[in-house]
């Protein structure tokens, strides 16, 4: 009886939450830069007053311009839009204005795939005169 008992206490393996991995894989996938080859260009060369094809969308903090393949994913976040749904939908959330066309969630914040910072989604959005 013993046996058994040592047995079935050393065949336990001590469980992790399987939701903490995967919100951090989530939180972490929104600060990844989309694969690219190495001679591709970065937009970031880009100057102030070139007027990019998709708008003058950019990052209010860093000024980085995402392009066509520039791709979020919609994931559980804390800080700062606190939500804890995310579909893991990947799409460009500038094509939708910030709203998930997995889910029908409406983004506030955007982190820059840059600069790692979030801001107000629309504060990317430059106004005349900027």
């Not at 804390?78 to 959330?93: A, I, K, M, R, V």
Request: charged content about 30%; aromatic content about 14%.
């Amino acid at each position: 009886m013993r046996d058994r008992k040592m047995r079935n206490s050393k065949m336990q393996i001590k469980r992790r939450p399987f939701h903490k991995y995967y919100v951090l894989t989530a939180i972490f996938s929104l600060f990844q830069k989309s694969q690219a080859p190495e001679d591709a260009t970065d937009t970031t060369d880009q100057l102030d007053d070139e007027e990019p094809a998709d708008g003058r969308i950019r990052c209010p903090l860093c000024r980085w311009r995402p392009d066509a393949q520039s791709s979020w994913e919609c994931g559980d976040c804390d800080y700062p839009e606190y939500f804890f749904g995310g579909c893991g939908h990947l799409w460009n959330t500038f094509d939708t204005r910030g709203l998930c066309p997995g889910c029908g969630h409406q983004w506030r914040f955007t982190a820059c795939l840059s600069c790692g910072k979030w801001s107000l989604h629309e504060d990317w959005y430059a106004k005349d005169g900027e």
